[in-house]
Protein backbone atom coordinates (compact mmCIF):
# COMPACT_ATOMS: atom_id res chain seq x y z
CA UNK A 1 0.00 0.00 0.00
CA UNK A 2 1.73 3.01 -1.16
CA UNK A 3 0.75 7.21 -0.74
CA UNK A 4 -0.94 6.99 2.52
CA UNK A 5 1.04 8.95 4.00
CA UNK A 6 1.60 6.19 6.91
CA UNK A 7 4.97 6.51 8.46
CA UNK A 8 4.47 6.73 12.13
CA UNK A 9 3.84 4.01 14.96
CA UNK A 10 0.39 5.26 15.38
CA UNK A 11 -0.60 5.10 12.03
CA UNK A 12 0.66 2.22 11.35
CA UNK A 13 -1.10 0.09 14.79
CA UNK A 14 -4.74 1.57 13.65
CA UNK A 15 -3.86 0.25 10.07
CA UNK A 16 -2.81 -3.29 10.95
CA UNK A 17 -5.58 -3.31 13.63
CA UNK A 18 -8.13 -2.21 11.43
CA UNK A 19 -7.31 -5.42 8.83
CA UNK A 20 -6.73 -8.03 11.23
CA UNK A 21 -8.05 -7.39 14.83
CA UNK A 22 -5.40 -7.62 18.07
CA UNK A 23 -2.04 -7.54 17.61
CA UNK A 24 0.30 -10.40 19.13
CA UNK A 25 3.40 -10.03 21.35
CA UNK A 26 6.41 -10.86 20.20
CA UNK A 27 6.96 -14.10 21.83
CA UNK A 28 9.72 -17.29 21.47
CA UNK A 29 12.11 -14.32 20.10
CA UNK A 30 15.13 -15.51 17.67
CA UNK A 31 16.37 -12.22 16.95
CA UNK A 32 16.63 -8.82 18.44
CA UNK A 33 13.76 -6.50 18.40
CA UNK A 34 12.96 -3.35 19.83
CA UNK A 35 9.15 -2.69 20.78
CA UNK A 36 8.25 0.27 19.29
CA UNK A 37 4.84 1.20 20.44
CA UNK A 38 2.03 -1.36 21.63
CA UNK A 39 3.04 -4.42 19.97
CA UNK A 40 4.95 -2.94 17.14
CA UNK A 41 8.74 -3.76 16.83
CA UNK A 42 11.22 -3.11 14.79
CA UNK A 43 12.22 -5.49 12.26
CA UNK A 44 15.23 -7.74 13.04
CA UNK A 45 17.85 -5.65 14.15
CA UNK A 46 20.71 -7.12 12.46
CA UNK A 47 23.90 -5.66 11.25
CA UNK A 48 22.77 -3.57 7.61
CA UNK A 49 26.36 -5.24 6.07
CA UNK A 50 24.20 -8.52 6.33
CA UNK A 51 21.46 -9.80 4.38
CA UNK A 52 18.49 -12.00 6.71
CA UNK A 53 17.82 -15.09 4.71
CA UNK A 54 14.02 -16.47 3.38
CA UNK A 55 11.68 -17.70 6.12
CA UNK A 56 7.90 -17.80 7.51
CA UNK A 57 7.83 -15.77 10.66
CA UNK A 58 7.61 -18.35 13.51
CA UNK A 59 7.66 -21.72 11.60
CA UNK A 60 9.31 -23.29 14.39
CA UNK A 61 6.80 -22.46 17.00
CA UNK A 62 3.19 -24.48 17.96
CA UNK A 63 1.53 -21.04 17.34
CA UNK A 64 2.78 -18.69 14.25
CA UNK A 65 0.74 -15.58 13.05
CA UNK A 66 -1.33 -15.82 9.73
CA UNK A 67 -0.44 -12.26 9.00
CA UNK A 68 2.42 -9.88 8.94
CA UNK A 69 2.20 -6.28 8.50
CA UNK A 70 5.82 -4.03 7.62
CA UNK A 71 5.84 -0.10 7.57
CA UNK A 72 9.14 1.59 6.25
CA UNK A 73 9.50 4.79 8.75
CA UNK A 74 12.66 5.33 6.77
CA UNK A 75 14.02 3.67 4.02
CA UNK A 76 17.53 2.93 3.19
CA UNK A 77 19.75 5.05 1.32
CA UNK A 78 20.64 1.83 -0.80
CA UNK A 79 19.67 -1.60 -0.81
CA UNK A 80 17.19 -2.43 2.56
CA UNK A 81 14.25 -4.29 0.53
CA UNK A 82 11.77 -6.95 1.97
CA UNK A 83 12.22 -9.55 -0.56
CA UNK A 84 9.09 -12.04 -0.77
CA UNK A 85 8.85 -15.37 -2.28
CA UNK A 86 5.68 -17.41 -2.78
CA UNK A 87 6.26 -21.00 -0.92
CA UNK A 88 3.81 -22.59 -3.05
CA UNK A 89 6.19 -21.83 -6.11
CA UNK A 90 8.84 -23.00 -3.28
CA UNK A 91 7.50 -26.45 -2.75
CA UNK A 92 6.75 -26.60 -6.66
CA UNK A 93 10.70 -26.75 -7.26
CA UNK A 94 11.63 -28.96 -4.15
CA UNK A 95 12.57 -32.61 -5.52
CA UNK A 96 9.65 -34.88 -5.09
CA UNK A 97 12.31 -36.97 -3.28
CA UNK A 98 13.61 -34.01 -0.60
CA UNK A 99 9.48 -33.17 0.12
CA UNK A 100 9.09 -37.37 0.90
CA UNK A 101 11.63 -37.24 3.24
CA UNK A 102 11.03 -33.92 5.00
CA UNK A 103 7.33 -35.73 5.19
CA UNK A 104 8.88 -38.84 7.02
CA UNK A 105 11.05 -37.21 9.19
CA UNK A 106 9.99 -33.65 9.59
CA UNK A 107 12.34 -31.41 10.82
CA UNK A 108 14.52 -30.61 13.72
CA UNK A 109 15.45 -26.89 15.20
CA UNK A 110 18.01 -27.08 17.75
CA UNK A 111 18.95 -23.75 19.99
CA UNK A 112 21.62 -22.85 22.45
CA UNK A 113 20.75 -19.62 24.46
CA UNK A 114 24.20 -18.11 26.04
CA UNK A 115 23.79 -14.60 25.24
CA UNK A 116 27.16 -15.00 23.15
CA UNK A 117 26.18 -15.73 19.83
CA UNK A 118 22.59 -14.56 19.45
CA UNK A 119 19.64 -13.96 22.58
CA UNK A 120 19.57 -15.28 26.16
CA UNK A 121 16.84 -17.28 27.33
CA UNK A 122 15.75 -14.42 29.18
CA UNK A 123 15.19 -12.17 26.65
CA UNK A 124 13.54 -14.88 24.08
CA UNK A 125 10.97 -15.74 26.74
CA UNK A 126 11.15 -13.02 27.78
CA UNK A 127 11.09 -13.76 31.89
CA UNK A 128 14.15 -14.75 34.69
CA UNK A 129 12.07 -17.55 35.75
CA UNK A 130 13.17 -20.80 34.88
CA UNK A 131 9.91 -22.60 35.75
CA UNK A 132 8.16 -20.26 33.64
CA UNK A 133 10.67 -21.01 30.77
CA UNK A 134 9.92 -24.62 31.38
CA UNK A 135 6.20 -24.39 31.96
CA UNK A 136 6.51 -22.44 28.24
CA UNK A 137 8.21 -25.47 26.55
CA UNK A 138 6.04 -28.07 28.06
CA UNK A 139 2.85 -26.55 26.50
CA UNK A 140 4.83 -25.64 23.22
CA UNK A 141 5.95 -29.16 22.61
CA UNK A 142 9.75 -28.32 22.93
CA UNK A 143 12.47 -30.38 24.74
CA UNK A 144 14.39 -28.44 27.13
CA UNK A 145 17.85 -28.83 28.91
CA UNK A 146 19.54 -26.46 31.19
CA UNK A 147 23.29 -26.71 30.60
CA UNK A 148 25.80 -27.11 33.59
CA UNK A 149 26.98 -23.14 33.23
CA UNK A 150 23.29 -22.35 33.52
CA UNK A 151 22.36 -21.72 30.12
CA UNK A 152 19.52 -23.42 28.08
CA UNK A 153 19.73 -25.70 25.35
CA UNK A 154 16.17 -26.43 23.55
CA UNK A 155 14.91 -28.56 20.74
CA UNK A 156 11.61 -28.65 18.60
CA UNK A 157 10.43 -31.34 16.04
CA UNK A 158 7.90 -29.42 13.42
CA UNK A 159 6.55 -30.46 9.81
CA UNK A 160 8.48 -29.05 7.25
CA UNK A 161 5.01 -28.38 4.78
CA UNK A 162 1.90 -27.16 6.07
CA UNK A 163 -1.76 -26.69 4.40
CA UNK A 164 -2.93 -23.06 4.59
CA UNK A 165 -6.54 -22.87 6.66
CA UNK A 166 -7.69 -21.20 4.26
CA UNK A 167 -7.27 -21.54 0.63
CA UNK A 168 -6.00 -25.95 1.36
CA UNK A 169 -2.85 -25.69 -0.71
CA UNK A 170 0.01 -27.01 0.42
CA UNK A 171 3.24 -24.95 1.43
CA UNK A 172 6.72 -24.81 2.29
CA UNK A 173 6.52 -23.64 5.62
CA UNK A 174 9.54 -23.99 7.66
CA UNK A 175 13.25 -22.62 9.02
CA UNK A 176 15.32 -26.13 8.14
CA UNK A 177 17.44 -24.13 5.62
CA UNK A 178 17.25 -20.47 7.69
CA UNK A 179 18.81 -21.51 10.98
CA UNK A 180 21.62 -24.05 9.51
CA UNK A 181 24.60 -22.90 10.55
CA UNK A 182 25.39 -23.21 6.10
CA UNK A 183 23.44 -20.10 5.48
CA UNK A 184 25.12 -18.10 7.31
CA UNK A 185 27.48 -15.66 5.73
CA UNK A 186 30.93 -18.00 4.84
CA UNK A 187 33.40 -16.20 7.41
CA UNK A 188 30.44 -16.16 10.83
CA UNK A 189 30.28 -20.13 9.85
CA UNK A 190 33.65 -20.78 9.79
CA UNK A 191 34.08 -18.74 13.21
CA UNK A 192 31.48 -20.46 14.63
CA UNK A 193 32.26 -23.59 13.84
CA UNK A 194 35.92 -23.48 14.38
CA UNK A 195 35.00 -21.84 18.10
CA UNK A 196 32.42 -24.30 19.20
CA UNK A 197 31.48 -28.26 19.00
CA UNK A 198 28.03 -28.53 17.06
CA UNK A 199 25.96 -29.48 19.59
CA UNK A 200 26.62 -25.87 21.08
CA UNK A 201 25.70 -23.91 17.73
CA UNK A 202 23.69 -20.99 18.60
CA UNK A 203 21.16 -22.79 16.31
CA UNK A 204 20.95 -25.59 13.65
CA UNK A 205 18.71 -27.66 11.86
CA UNK A 206 18.22 -31.39 11.70
CA UNK A 207 15.62 -34.25 10.22
CA UNK A 208 13.38 -34.48 12.91
CA UNK A 209 15.03 -38.09 13.69
CA UNK A 210 18.57 -36.11 14.76
CA UNK A 211 20.37 -37.31 10.91
CA UNK A 212 22.25 -34.66 9.64
CA UNK A 213 20.57 -32.46 6.23
CA UNK A 214 22.63 -33.03 3.52
CA UNK A 215 24.76 -30.38 2.06
CA UNK A 216 23.01 -30.73 -1.79
CA UNK A 217 19.68 -30.46 -0.25
CA UNK A 218 20.43 -27.39 1.93
CA UNK A 219 21.95 -26.65 -1.87
CA UNK A 220 18.42 -27.54 -3.50
CA UNK A 221 16.36 -25.77 -0.94
CA UNK A 222 18.52 -22.58 -1.07
CA UNK A 223 18.23 -22.53 -4.98
CA UNK A 224 14.43 -23.15 -4.64
CA UNK A 225 13.59 -20.23 -2.55
CA UNK A 226 16.31 -17.73 -4.45
CA UNK A 227 14.38 -18.56 -7.95
CA UNK A 228 10.97 -17.80 -6.52
CA UNK A 229 12.44 -14.46 -5.00
CA UNK A 230 11.22 -10.95 -5.62
CA UNK A 231 11.83 -7.56 -4.11
CA UNK A 232 10.85 -4.19 -4.46
CA UNK A 233 12.24 -0.72 -3.61
CA UNK A 234 10.70 0.68 -0.19
CA UNK A 235 9.48 4.51 -0.15
CA UNK A 236 8.80 6.42 3.10
CA UNK A 237 5.09 5.72 4.18
CA UNK A 238 4.84 2.04 2.23
CA UNK A 239 2.40 -0.85 3.99
CA UNK A 240 3.11 -4.19 3.22
CA UNK A 241 0.86 -6.87 4.10
CA UNK A 242 2.25 -10.29 3.83
CA UNK A 243 0.14 -14.11 4.51
CA UNK A 244 2.93 -15.42 6.44
CA UNK A 245 2.12 -18.96 5.26
CA UNK A 246 1.88 -18.15 1.84
CA UNK A 247 5.10 -15.87 1.38
CA UNK A 248 8.61 -16.10 3.07
CA UNK A 249 10.07 -12.82 3.84
CA UNK A 250 13.99 -11.91 3.70
CA UNK A 251 15.95 -8.60 4.25
CA UNK A 252 18.62 -7.39 1.66
CA UNK A 253 21.96 -5.72 3.14
CA UNK A 254 21.67 -1.93 3.13
CA UNK A 255 23.55 1.40 3.85
CA UNK A 256 22.22 4.27 5.77
CA UNK A 257 20.19 4.68 8.14
CA UNK A 258 16.92 2.42 7.80
CA UNK A 259 13.64 1.83 9.85
CA UNK A 260 10.88 -0.60 8.83
CA UNK A 261 8.71 -1.58 11.55
CA UNK A 262 7.00 -4.99 11.97
CA UNK A 263 3.38 -6.20 13.57
CA UNK A 264 1.80 -9.65 13.68
CA UNK A 265 -1.60 -10.65 13.96
CA UNK A 266 -3.97 -13.85 13.63
CA UNK A 267 -2.47 -16.79 15.47
CA UNK A 268 -2.68 -20.13 14.19
CA UNK A 269 -2.39 -23.16 15.84
CA UNK A 270 -2.32 -25.80 13.26
CA UNK A 271 -4.67 -28.77 13.62
CA UNK A 272 -1.70 -31.33 13.24
CA UNK A 273 0.92 -30.38 16.07
Known amino acids: FRGFGSDT????????????????EYKERSSPRHEQGDR??????????????????????RSFPLTLFFC????????????????????????PEIQSRFAEKKW???????GRFGLSWQTAFQTSN??????????????????????????QIRPAMRTHPRTGERVWFNHATFFHV??????MARVLQASLPEEDLPTNTYYGDGS????????????????????????????LMVDNMLAAHARASYSGKRSVLVAMAEPFQPPDV
Open 40 to 61: IYTSTDYPPEYKIYLHNEHSYA
Open 130 to 155: REEVEAYCAANDIQWEWKADGSLRTR
Open 182 to 187: TTLPAA
Open 212 to 239: AIEAETLSALRNAYEQETVAFDWQRGDL
Open 108 to 114: MYVRNYD
Open 72 to 95: CAIPAEKGGQTPLADVRRVLARVD
Open 9 to 24: VETFHAFAATLAGELL
